[in-house]
Structures are given as structure tokens and as C-alpha cells.
């Protein structure tokens, strides 16, 4: 069986922190750490879609954090995060973004929705019909290395393309496409309980 593919998924995050313990899944390791936060989604650019749940979205964000670092981190401390992500269903069926974070700091101004790159592809179509009063959008299939796991994590994500004239004459990726997507978190899809982005910018890959 042939390796499976992992791509460099980053995302981009300014919040607030709701709660910081040691990582659950590095034991005896006190340094590392899972940062808790809601994600706050904002509305931008009046992009709109039905198929949209604004509400926030559970995060968590594992560091690395010295002692003196960690006693920074207070409940509702604004802080700054980039790193690898993930998007997957919890066992409750809440939908979870995961992140490994590269860069964290504290003090930035200003909230943003957070800002995600992701290279995957793109699978056979589902059987929903498109809406064509609604955002044209379509299903990324992607898997992200997770170090304290030692192995890939597969997610899917749906991608949206606003209603604008950048993007009317842009025809929608086809089936096993692989692409690389810059996008704003825009929510999590109603029906799939998957990530939902905004694209800003698409590339198509060899």
C-alpha cells in the first residue's frame, strides 16, 4: 500500500483563549500544550450562503510553550497563531479544527476571520444538486502530518466561490484536480458539517 500524501495546510488565527491544559496527547510532556478557543467567523464582503453555519468554531492549538510563556495565556488573552490544521467531526459530532502551531504571540490588534492555504483534491461529485441562486461550490479532499500521532490526518473541506465577476467566468474544478486554495473560514457547511472557506485565490497544480 502506497504512502498517503500529507500537504503543507496552513492557517492563520487571531482570538481569544478560552482555556490552556497540557496536551492529551503528549504525556509527561509539560511544555506542550492545547490552547481552547471559539473561532469567531465575521461576515466580509457581504459573501452569503445558506449552506453556512456562522457560528464559532471549537478550536484547539497545540504548542509548545515554556513555563513563563504559558502563565501569559490567560482566559480570554488575544493571541496570534499559524501553523498546520486539520477539520474533522468530534465523537459528539462538533465539528473541530486542530492546529499545530508553528508561530504564537500575544497583543495583535484587531480580530479576522482566520485565513487558511490547503493543497489537495478534488473528488467525484456528491449527488447535491447546485442552487443557482447560491455560491457555486465544490469538495477538496486533503490530510495534514500530525507529529504527535505520527501519521497523516485526511479531512475534506468545501470550497466557495463568491458572486463576483473575478470569479463568473472561472469554471468549477473537476474530479481529481489537484489544486492549491488561499481562503477565508467562512463557517462550517449545514448539511456536511465540513469547513466552509471563501476563496480568494485558486491555483491548479501538475
Not at 510553550?65 to 499559524?82: C, G, K
Not at 462538533?94 to 504571540?105: D, F, H, M
Request: net charge negative; hydrophobic share 35%; charged share 20%.
Amino acid at each position: 500500500m502506497s504512502r498517503q500524501a500529507t500537504f503543507s495546510n496552513t492557517i492563520h488565527l487571531r482570538d481569544f483563549v478560552d482555556s490552556i491544559t497540557d496536551d492529551p496527547g503528549r504525556e509527561n510532556a509539560p511544555n506542550y500544550v492545547e490552547i481552547q478557543t471559539e473561532v469567531n467567523i465575521f461576515d466580509e464582503d457581504g459573501f452569503y450562503s445558506s449552506h453556512i453555519d456562522i457560528n464559532p468554531i471549537r478550536t484547539r492549538i497545540h504548542a509548545y510553550l515554556t513555563r513563563e510563556e504559558r502563565d501569559l495565556y490567560t482566559p480570554n488573552t488575544f493571541f496570534y497563531a499559524d501553523g498546520r490544521f486539520s477539520a474533522a467531526q468530534s465523537a459528539g459530532g462538533t465539528l473541530e479544527i486542530s492546529v499545530q502551531a508553528l508561530k504564537y504571540r500575544r497583543y495583535l490588534p484587531g480580530q479576522w476571520c482566520p485565513m487558511v492555504t490547503v493543497i489537495g483534491s478534488v473528488p467525484p461529485p456528491s449527488d447535491n444538486t447546485s442552487d443557482p441562486s447560491e455560491p457555486r461550490r465544490f469538495t477538496v479532499e486533503t490530510s495534514v502530518y500530525d507529529a504527535s500521532k505520527a501519521s497523516p490526518v485526511p479531512f475534506s473541506i468545501t470550497c466557495f466561490f463568491e458572486n463576483t465577476k473575478r470569479w463568473q467566468r472561472v469554471r468549477t474544478p473537476s474530479p481529481g484536480a489537484l489544486l492549491s486554495i488561499t481562503a477565508k473560514v467562512a463557517g462550517r457547511t449545514t448539511d456536511t458539517n465540513q469547513l466552509a472557506l471563501r476563496i480568494l485565490d485558486l491555483a491548479y497544480l501538475p
